[in-house]
C-alpha cells in the first residue's frame, strides 16, 4: 500500500491514545478505591468516556477506513483525509484536557461541538467516496455506520444545549446521554467494525460476502433496539413490541453471520497465528454474550434489575466497548500486518486480553453479587489491577511500534 509509513504514524497515534483513555481508566479507579485529591470524578469521567470514543474508536475506525480508501486516490484526496484524521484527533485532545478541567464548560462544549463538524466533513468524504468507487459488499455496512454516527450526534447536541443551558430533566438528560451510546457503540462502532471485517472477508477470495439479510436484519433493529436503552420510561406497548421484535432480529442477523464464516472455514484460512484466532473467537462470545443479555433485557424484571444496579450497566459498556470494539480494532491491526510483526506483540496482546477478561469478570461478579446485595471483597484492588494490566499492554505495545515500526512491509 502506499504511504505505509505514513499509516504507520497513525497507527502509533491511535495507540497512544488508547494508552491515554487507560491511563485515565486506572486513574479513575484509584479514586474509587482510595485517597486521590486531585481532578473531580464526574469531570474525569467525562474526559475519559468521550476521549475513548473521538480519540481512540472514532479515529482509529476512521483511520482503518483510509487504508481502505487511499490506494488509487489522488495524493489531494489522501490530504484530505489526513487532515479529518488530525482534526478529530485535536478535538478529542481538547475534550480529554478540558472535560477533565472543568467538566461541561465552554471550552469542553465547543471541543464537542468542533468533534462533530469534522464527524460531518468525514462522512460526506467517504459518501462521496463511495458513490464514484467500485461497488464493494462493504459499502452497505459502511453507510450504516456513517448514518448512525450523525444520528448519535443529536444526542450529543441535545446533552450540550441543557448543560449551556442549564435547562435539565433527569428523564431527558438520560435519554439524551442513551441515545448517543446507543448510536455510537451499536451503530457507528459496530457497523464500521463490520464494514472492515467485510473487507477482511473479500481479502480473503475463496470467501463470498455476507449474506445481505443479515445486514439488513441488523441494520433496521438499530434504530428500534434505542428503546432497550430507555425501557425505564414505560414506553407504549406497540413500541414495547417493535423492541422486542428488534432484538430477536439482531440476534437472527449475528447468528448468520457466525454460520457464514463458519461455513467458508475463515479462521482457518487465516495465518497460523493462534493469538490472532483466538482474539476473533473472544470478540465473537463477546459479541453474542451482548445479543443475548439485550435479548433478556426485553423481559420487564430483568430490566429493572438492569438499570437499577449501576455495576451491571459499567459491566455491560465495558463488555461493548473493551471486549467487542476495542478488542476488534487491536485485532485487524494485528491481522492486517499494521501493527509491527515482533515477536512480543502476541504476549503483549494476550496481557491485553487478560486483562479485558479479568475485568469484565469482576464486573460482573459484582453486578450479580449487587443483585442479592451482597459486597464482594476485594472488587476495587482486582479492577485497578485489570486496568494496569491493561495500561501496561498497551504502552508495551506502544514501545513495541515505536521501535519495530520500520520492520513491517505489508499493510493490507
Known sequence: MQHGTDVLKWVKLSLISFALVALVGVMMRIKIGWSFPWLDQKQLQHAHSHF???????????????????PGQ????????????????????????????QGYAAVSISCSTLSIVVFLWAAVYLFRWMRLATPHPAFGWLRAALWFGLLSTVGT????????????????????????????????????????????????????????????????????????????????RPLYVLVIVASIAQVAGWGLILI???????????????MLKLLLICI?????????LQLASVIPAVSK?????????????????????????????YGKQL????????????LLLAGIGINELTLGIQGIASLQYIAIPYTKELLLFASLLMLGAIVW?????????SATQQYL
Open 260 to 274: 457464514h464464516v463458519h461455513k467458508y472455514r475463515f479462521l482457518p484460512q487465516l495465518p497460523a497465528q493462534e
Open 157 to 236: 447536541a441535545a446533552l450540550s444545549y441543557m448543560m449551556a443551558s442549564h435547562q435539565i430533566t433527569q428523564h431527558n438528560y438520560l435519554a439524551a446521554v442513551y441515545w448517543y451510546l446507543h448510536f455510537q457503540y451499536n451503530g457507528w462502532f459496530f457497523f464500521g467494525g463490520m464494514a472492515l471485517f467485510s473487507w477482511w472477508l473479500s481479502d480473503l477470495t475463496t470467501i463470498p460476502p455476507i449474506p445481505a439479510v443479515a445486514r439488513h436484519l441488523l441494520v433496521w433493529s438499530c434504530l428500534p433496539a434505542f428503546g432497550l436503552s430507555v425501557l425505564w420510561m414505560h414506553i407504549p
Open 397 to 405: 505495545l506502544v514501545v513495541i511500534q515505536c521501535q519495530k515500526s
Open 74 to 101: 489522488p495524493e489531494a484526496a489522501q490530504r484530505k483525509m489526513r487532515r479529518i484524521l488530525l482534526y478529530n484527533w485535536v478535538c478529542a485532545l481538547g475534550m480529554l484536557i478540558s472535560f477533565a478541567m
Open 305 to 333: 434489575l438492569a438499570f437499577g444496579f449501576r455495576p451491571i450497566v459499567v459491566a455491560y459498556l465495558h463488555l461493548v466497548l473493551l471486549a467487542i470494539i476495542s478488542l476488534f480494532l487491536m485485532t485487524y491491526l
Open 284 to 292: 465473537s462470545i463477546a459479541v453474542s454474550i451482548k445479543l443475548l
Open 52 to 70: 475513548a470514543f473521538a480519540g481512540w474508536i472514532t479515529q482509529t475506525l476512521l483511520l482503518l477506513i483510509a487504508t481502505r480508501v487511499w
Open 339 to 350: 501493527l509491527c510483526q515482533h515477536k512480543m506483540v502476541p504476549k503483549a496482546l494476550l
